[in-house]
């Protein structure tokens, strides 16, 4: 009977997949390393809100790690490190690694914008003394959740002389915040029948920015007055100025840990901030890799990657024919030996809204990086779908590493469905899969992910760089 018990749990052990907490598997100097790393990357979200603020960060650490700026022409050799800095919105960055550039490159690619309020292009007005400024969101949203809570303003202003202002108002602890408002609840009994994607419409998303007229003026306009007199006191800008800003609401918090036993972090923007710094991170540490390691932080994967600084632009291209042909190839032959982990959030299985998912193919907070085959929606539309070959490969990569990590995909069938800019780098005929951490209320302002797995992350970007 026991030695019948004995074979059985051998069986189990040798045929059954094990899904468990990632936890039971992690020492504690492990754990230690994990919540030193955490640390570091909530003090990147809290200076990097924006895509402009990442390329910011980004720069200053590499330059710290001995990356220098790229240009063509410049010679190469294994052990260089270059970056390249694609009009302050999205950053490549590379290893020079010791193998024939022919074998292709280890490629990495986050994105570095998240979803938010734009301001429009004449977004100041007053109504009824109070001044206001319209907005215009950016990528996917539920609108509802952005009201009633602080922002802050990041972003740039191009003046009529084409100087540069910066903006970032409302993270100082100092500073002011802005906030779109709601009805009071007494008041929303239409506003309540609505559905949920309705009760918020996008022209109601409206930051108020002030109250006070200005005091030599009781015309009507007076608050806006006001208004664009600090404005030009502070920023030397005027009204026309707008036309020619990039101005960015965000929400105003910090990154925090969650949890009685600190084991989250809440935060804006984890979509994909959480796959960019860890990336950048690998890039950095990485030792003397074998193959030449391209990372690349992009902007405007959550408006459908379109636009010079997204990854359907041909900068990634660009960058590595340019290495490709300073070391003797090109770069097709190099893309068509490369290969490239995809960076990407996916949606963590939620205990309050369990029926989205299906138990069995989604992924789970605390068991450690995942990676997802195919995205898409319906039918695996949008998905580049990695081969069974590559998945194997990334699979024996992450065991021989010790990278603890799971498989998942975003939601039951026909649920609704996701994409990311795995499909742009394969159509490169680059072999490429999805990983990345998964995230509960993605795409909210303050969304959670668990420390364990943005550090196997950390870990499987560190892999991949240096296999
Ligand atoms: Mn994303
Ligand atoms: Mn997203």
């Known amino acids: ?116 309020l734009d301001l429009k292009q004449n977004p100041l007005y007053e109504d009824n003394e109070i001044a206001l400024f319209k907005t215009h969101y950016y990528g996917g949203i539920k609108k509802y959740q952005w009201t009633t809570i602080p922002l802050a303003l990041h972003g740039v202003v191009v003046k009529a002389d084409g100087t540069r202002v910066k903006v970032t108002i409302g993270e100082d602890e100092n500073d002011p915040v802005f906030c779109v408002t709601d009805l009071l609840p007494h008041l929303a009994t239409a506003q309540m029948q609505k559905p949920l994607a309705k009760g918020i419409t996008g022209e109601q998303l409206n930051i108020i920015i002030g109250s006070r007229p200005f005091k030599d ?40 840990d969650i949890g009685f036993d600190r084991s989250m972090i809440g935060a804006y923007g984890h979509d994909d901030k959480v796959c960019a710094y860890t990336a950048l991170r690998a890039t950095v540490d990485c030792k003397d890799p074998v193959h030449t ?3 690349v932080l992009t902007d405007k994967e959550e408006t459908g990657s379109d636009g010079n600084t997204g990854l359907c632009s041909a900068y990634l291209e660009y960058f590595i024919a340019d290495i490709a042909e300073e ?14 982990l995809s960076a990407d959030v996916n949606a963590a299985f939620d205990p309050t809204f369990p029926e989205v998912n299906e138990r069995n193919n989604c992924a789970y907070i605390n068991r450690g990086v995942v990676v997802t085959k195919y995205t898409g929606a319906r039918g695996k539309s949008g998905t580049s779908d990695a081969s069974a070959e590559f998945t194997g490969r990334v699979r024996r ?71």
Not at 327 to 340: F, M, N, P, Q, Y
Not at 456 to 467: G, L, Q, S, T, V
């Open 217 to 256: 003026d009781e015309e009507s306009g007076a608050v806006k007055l006001n208004i664009m007199n600090i404005l030009y006191e502070k920023y030397g800008i005027t009204e026309a100025d707008f036309i020619s800003s990039e101005l960015e609401a965000v929400p105003a918090f910090k990154a925090k």
């Open 1 to 116: 009977m026991e030695e019948n018990k004995e074979a059985l749990k051998e069986l189990k052990e040798k045929l059954l997949l094990k899904r468990k907490n990632a936890y039971y598997n992690m020492s504690d100097e492990d754990i230690a390393d994990c919540d030193k790393f955490c640390e570091d990357y909530k003090d990147f979200m809290d200076r990097s809100k924006i895509e402009r603020e990442a390329v910011i960060y980004s720069i200053d650490l590499l330059e710290k790690n001995g990356f220098v700026e790229y240009k063509k022409g410049m010679k190469l050799k294994a052990g260089d490190k270059i970056y390249r800095n694609n009009r302050d919105k999205a950053i490549l960055m590379a290893v020079i690694g010791k193998a024939p550039i022919e074998e292709g490159v280890r490629l990495c690619a986050a994105h570095i914008d998240s979803p938010r």
């Open 293 to 295: 390691v391209v990372t």
């Open 397 to 467: 990569l992450m065991d021989e590493k010790k990278v603890i990590w799971q498989t998942g995909e975003l939601g039951k069938v026909d649920e609704g469905g996701g994409g990311t800019v795995a499909a742009y780098i394969a159509n490169l005929n680059v072999d490429t899969i999805d990983l990345g951490v998964p995230v509960l209320s993605m795409h909210a302002p303050y969304e959670i992910v668990s420390k364990i797995d943005t550090y196997m992350a950390y870990k499987a970007f560190i892999a991949f760089c240096e296999d």
């Open 327 to 340: 070391l003797g190839s090109d770069g097709r032959t190099v893309l068509s030996a490369s290969e490239c």
